[in-house]
């Protein structure tokens, strides 16, 4: 697929997805949702971990609300065309289930299809300028790209109550105390620092990150005795590939490892 509204870029084993719509915050219009479905399927095949930014000054300022306006004058439905599975709910399902890492560079304002955007992604490492926030609520819309499930889990019900019900906005610091994102960075160190971190994932044992990033998210549906059977599981699998073998001949040499994903 040509991309006209995103960037792609693969370096170190490391994809870099970058929303490119800056001059509308980078807002989900035209046929972005079927342009980043596409490259998350790329950067699995072709990546150890992959970074999702947007270009200019924000991150994603959700759906096109002009172009919804547009759509509902023209057709009076803005969900016309999505009778099956939304491509948007792909997208989630895709960045979920993929056996490689997700980081949500976070360079501005996220927000409503943004915000979950972002939370979608395993990691979020955000801007000291960026802000987040459950807007729907302000155009009389219900949550979607997953945010009453994937915020709930990481603020807890409560909280997440309060933002998908008022649509307030929060700013980085306290979505780092809210347990939104991982770590907050001065904006002219994010891209570097965002780098570094998938850079070093990228360099990890392949296999044993993607087993733990499905016994990570098995958990939040199953109960303890299913994951500790999917731990066994899992933990006999890495065993017997050759990073767990360069991992524990690299302690013993007292270097570090060189994983190869076999």
């Not at 960045?95 to 299809?113: K, W």
């Not at 360069?246 to 490892?257: L, T």
Request: aromatic content about 6%; some cysteine; proline content about 4%.
């Amino acid at each position: 697929m040509a991309y006209e509204h995103i960037l792609y870029e693969l370096e170190n084993d490391v994809a870099t997805v970058t929303l490119n719509r800056p001059d509308r915050l980078n807002a989900l219009g035209l046929n972005m949702r079927e342009e980043i479905l596409d490259a998350v399927l790329r950067a699995e095949k072709e990546a150890r971990a992959l970074v999702i930014t947007g270009a200019g000054r924000g991150f994603c300022s959700g759906g096109d609300v002009k172009e919804m306006a547009e759509r509902r004058e023209k057709e009076g439905d803005i969900l016309q065309g999505e009778q099956d599975m939304p491509t948007r709910d792909r997208v989630v399902l895709a960045l979920r289930e993929m056996d490689i890492p997700s980081i949500a560079s976070v360079n501005g304002v996220a927000a409503g299809a943004g915000c979950n955007l972002a939370l979608a992604c395993d990691i979020r490492i955000a801007s000291s300028e960026a802000r987040f926030g459950e807007v729907f609520v302000r155009r009389g819309l219900h949550p979607d790209w997953g945010g009453t499930f994937l915020l709930p889990w990481l603020v807890g019900t409560a909280k997440a109550c309060e933002l998908i019900f008022t649509g307030d906005i929060v700013d980085a610091e306290e979505a780092l105390r809210l347990g939104m994102v991982n770590r907050v960075v001065p904006p002219d160190r994010l891209e570097e620092e965002t780098r570094q971190f998938a850079r070093r994932l990228a360099q990890g044992p392949p296999v044993a990150i993607r087993m733990a990033k499905r016994g990570i998210y098995k958990s939040m549906v199953e109960g303890l005795r299913s994951i500790l059977e999917y731990e066994s599981y899992a933990q006999s699998i890495c065993s017997k590939t050759e990073d767990a073998a360069e991992g524990i001949k690299a302690f013993v040499e007292k270097r570090e490892p060189q994983f190869k994903g076999r």
